[in-house]
């Protein structure tokens, strides 16, 4: 059974951090590209960030332009889990944040398109107060 289980979010004030963890099972976790999207109430599912997550030292990323410089993706391959490490964070990063998965070939100039994922996590909400 394919499972992407989310966790680490959280309540936190602006300028503070959370790490939010994605955990993979049931796929060969070297064959994908795993990225973190994000909704907020009201708005459109955005792409927070991706990271392919072959067991090579030569990982592509990639982070919207809302998020660079503050967030950072990593993977632990050993584990099958993908990292989100977020700091500097801001009252507009609320959102429930989802990892997904899409295979790897489907990565070219750009990270995968949304409708390229394969599979989803259930999400885990992130709050952050002014």
């Known amino acids: 059974e394919v499972q992407l289980v989310e966790s680490g979010g959280g309540w936190v004030q602006a300028g503070g951090s959370l790490r939010l963890s994605c955990a993979a099972s049931?796929?060969?976790?070297?064959?994908?590209?795993i990225a973190w999207f994000r909704q907020a109430p009201g708005k459109e599912r955005e792409g927070v960030s991706c990271i392919s997550s072959s067991d090579s030292s030569d990982d592509f990323t990639y982070y919207a332009d809302s998020v660079k410089g503050r967030f950072t993706i990593s993977s632990d391959n050993a584990e099958n889990t993908v990292y989100l490490q977020m700091n500097s964070l801001k009252p507009e990063d609320t959102a429930v944040y989802y990892c997904a998965a899409a295979p790897l070939l489907t990565w070219g100039l750009m990270p995968p398109k949304p409708d390229e994922y394969d599979y989803w996590g259930q999400g885990t909400q992130v709050t952050v107060s002014s």
């Open positions: 049931g796929f060969t976790f070297d064959d994908y590209a």
